[in-house]
């Protein structure tokens, strides 16, 4: 059985740093790209990041990029989200998701997409406040 499991979100100053990470089993990790999604409240999903099967394609939704650093490792099947200089706007429920396809793909605007995103995680609270 596939799962996706997150961890790592918390309570953060403006300004500050988070790691989350997201613990997959159930299936070769390798063999997908996974994303991560965030909502915050009131708000729609957006994608924030995603990386490919093998770690060497990356994209990043516009709002994240020179903050957020997505990485992965195969052997530990977990998933990783630097996420640096947080601000309020970044406040929401973070998730991890496995795609059916090795690639990751983006909206015609350069966000980050779900398309081919299969299962999802159940989420972890960042919070950005002081």
């Known amino acids: 059985q596939l799962q996706l499991v997150e961890s790592g979100g918390g309570l953060v100053q403006p300004g500050g740093s988070l790691r989350l990470s997201c613990a997959a089993s159930g299936f070769n990790l390798a063999n997908h790209a996974i994303g991560w999604f965030r909502q915050a409240p009131g708000k729609e999903r957006e994608g924030v990041a995603c990386v490919s099967s093998n770690g060497d394609q990356t994209k990043y939704t516009r709002s994240v990029r020179g903050r957020f650093i997505i990485s992965r490792d195969n052997a530990k099947s977990t998933i990783y989200l630097q996420m640096n200089s947080l601000n309020p706007e970044d406040t929401a429920v973070y998730y991890c998701?496995?795609?059916?396809?090795?690639?990751?793909?983006?909206?015609?605007?350069?966000?980050?997409?779900?398309?081919?995103?299969?299962?999802w995680g159940e989420g972890t609270l960042v919070t950005v406040s002081s």
């Open positions: 998701a496995a795609s059916r396809f090795t690639a990751c793909y983006a909206h015609t605007n350069g966000d980050t997409s779900a398309y081919g995103m299969t299962d």
